[in-house]
């Protein structure tokens, strides 16, 4: 099920951290296209969006171990990899709106 979670008007290399219901979300704009991921590093559960985009790899650095997940997969793109991949969401715009997948197990 896609979920509107905001307008899309994130400028480019913003990161944007939302509330959605008990979710925690990072949106983020690279190269104009919008992605979006749980906010909580699973490492050790910091806000990616307190974070930076690392161009080169398109990934979202985090701020307290500088893991780092690639923008649309969640692929943790870190060596050595200790920690999980992110959970990334499928992104559609709809109307101005990002509409986000969220499937609960
Ligand atoms: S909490 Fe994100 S890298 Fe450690």
Redesign the pocket.
């Known amino acids: 099920m896609f979920i509107d979670v905001g307008p899309d008007d994130l400028m480019e290399g913003e990161l944007r951290g939302l509330e959605v219901g008990e979710r925690l979300i990072l949106l983020t704009r690279l190269n104009g296209q919008i992605a979006a991921m749980d906010d909580s ?1 699973n ?4 806000l ?1 969006s307190g974070g930076w985009i690392h161009e080169k790899k398109s990934a979202v650095v ?1 701020p ?4 780092a997940f690639e923008l649309g997969t969640g692929r943790n793109v870190t060596f050595p990899k200790l ?1 999980e991949d992110q959970r990334a969401f499928e992104v559609r715009i709809e109307n101005g709106r990002v509409m986000i997948r969220i499937e609960e197990p």
Not at 64 to 67: F, G, I, L, P
């Open positions: 590093c490492h050790a559960g910091c990616l985090c307290c171990h500088e893991y920690c």
